[in-house]
């Protein structure tokens, strides 16, 4: 059984920066993309950042040069940097494997507050 778990959500004032981390176990297909997406309170689901399994990766404009997504692929795990943190930014953060069949496996969040 796939299985994704969050970890390093928390509360922190604006400017301040926090690291989240994701543990992937179970039987993966080939990983392809891992990342991680966010929903703001009362809002939908975004991408914020996501990296391939050649390393090229992805940030929403709204956390380019503020977020770094890193990876290691032969452990499952997927990291997300973020710095210079903003009120805006409050949200649950869910990391996401997207496998070589299509096949995209989610975990069950971990939320981020940033106070003003």
């Known amino acids: 059984q796939v299985q994704l778990v969050e970890s390093g959500g928390g509360l922190v004032q604006a400017g301040g920066s926090l690291r989240l981390s994701c543990a992937g176990s179970?039987?993966?297909?080939?990983?392809?993309?891992m990342g991680w997406y966010r929903q703001p309170p009362g809002q939908q689901r975004e991408l914020v950042a996501s990296?391939?399994?050649?390393?090229?990766?992805r940030y929403a404009a709204s956390v380019a040069n503020r977020f770094t997504i890193t990876s290691d692929k032969f452990n499952k795990a997927v990291a997300l940097q973020m710095t210079n943190l903003i009120p805006e930014d409050t949200a649950v953060y869910y990391c996401y494997v997207q496998s070589s069949a299509s096949d995209v496996y989610w975990g069950r969040g971990t939320q981020v507050t940033v106070s003003s």
């Open positions: 179970g039987d993966f297909a080939t990983i392809n993309v």
């Open positions: 990296i391939k399994d050649d390393g090229v990766t």
